[in-house]
């Protein structure tokens, strides 16, 4: 009987044998010189490393290519200009000093997905943007630091959004800015210090737009810190003719401005909430830093301190989870 078995067994262990070992990732190493080409040749699963400067604009374009598992591309060594994705699935990107370049973001993704953005480090001027992303689905930005961009993070038709954990300091137009975002968490960021580059105009930590064809929606809003003369801090708008914000949940979040009264502020319907938030008014301001909501949006459990000639405002606890 063992014989029979060792008989029928023998051409599979044979064919086993013969197999070829199991493909393993590769680590790639990349300069200004070659990184275009090493890109290229990149597989599913591969860690590509960047080092040294990269001073021109660098454009990775490949219509439908996919990495899946993503491919790593690890720039912690080295400084950069921009980089722009067009195309692609499945990057996870860790580090890297920005500078960008006039007119364009310094990190810019567009009609591709799963692209996971950590540890950048961006130093502007005010006049440029940071990160963009559009066109999108299952996007992230987390424990990056942004020094005066224009706008931190744009993110504009995308769906699955993660901006956890990054510091934007000295921005001069928006902080975070969504238009068209279908679920989302913008948690644990910090907004200081914004900058006027451009009179006139209106500066915020946290903006969701109106959009076309479809709103801001099923976003959760929490655990920001904001604190700064002359920006908003979380700030939720509708507009006639554009579908409204909806299942916004802006919760927990401490706003502390000046001459500038929404600290929260949220517009759209019953769906939205305004919830546990905690504003407060730097000295000198000309109004109080208060929690706003418009258009049947729901309010409770925010607190808002004293300034000046107006009383503290801390209403009822939430009655319900939502």
Not at 43 to 68: I, M, N, Q, W
Not at 174 to 180: F, H, N, S, T, V
Not at 223 to 251: L, M, R
Not at 284 to 311: H, M, P, Q
Request: charged share 20%; glycine share 10%.
């Amino acid at each position: 009987m063992k014989i029979r078995l060792a008989r029928r067994l023998a051409p599979v262990i044979a064919l086993l044998a013969a197999a070829p070992a199991a493909a393993t990732a590769a680590e790639l190493t990349a300069n200004a010189k070659t990184v275009v080409a090493t890109f290229a040749k990149a597989k599913p699963g591969d860690v590509l490393r960047l080092k040294g400067e990269f001073p021109a604009l660098l454009v990775f374009y490949a219509k439908d290519r996919t990495f899946s598992p993503a491919l790593t591309v690890d720039a912690t060594d080295a400084r950069l200009s921009a980089v722009i994705f067009n195309g692609v699935t499945g990057i996870r990107w860790n580090g890297g000093v920005f500078t960008g370049v006039p007119g364009r973001p310094a990190f810019s993704a567009a009609n591709g997905g799963d692209i996971k953005v950590s540890q950048i480090d961006f130093r502007g001027d005010g006049t440029i943007n940071a990160v963009v992303f559009r066109n999108m689905k299952g996007v992230a930005l987390a424990d990056s630091r942004l020094d005066r961009p224009r706008v931190g993070v744009s993110l504009v038709d995308v769906e699955d959004v993660s901006v956890v954990g990054n510091t934007i300091q000295g921005w001069s137009g928006d902080g975070i800015g969504l238009a068209g975002v279908t679920r989302g968490e913008i948690r644990k960021n910090s907004c200081r210090d914004p900058v006027r580059v451009e009179a006139g105009l209106h500066i915020d930590c946290i903006q969701g737009y109106f959009a076309h064809p479809r709103p801001n929606s099923h976003i959760l809003v929490t655990q920001n810190y904001v604190t700064g003369f002359e920006t908003q801090g979380v700030f939720f708008n509708a507009f006639p003719g554009y579908p409204p914000p909806d299942h916004i949940v802006a919760e927990e979040n401490t706003v502390e401005t000046g001459d500038a009264p929404n600290g929260v502020a949220l517009d759209g319907g019953p769906t939205n909430i305004a919830r546990n938030n905690r504003t407060s008014t730097l000295k000198g301001s000309r109004w109080r830093t208060d929690v706003k909501v418009f258009g049947g949006s729901i309010s409770c459990g925010n607190k808002t301190e004293a300034y000046l000639r107006w009383k503290s405002v801390a209403e009822p606890p939430c009655k319900d989870a939502r």
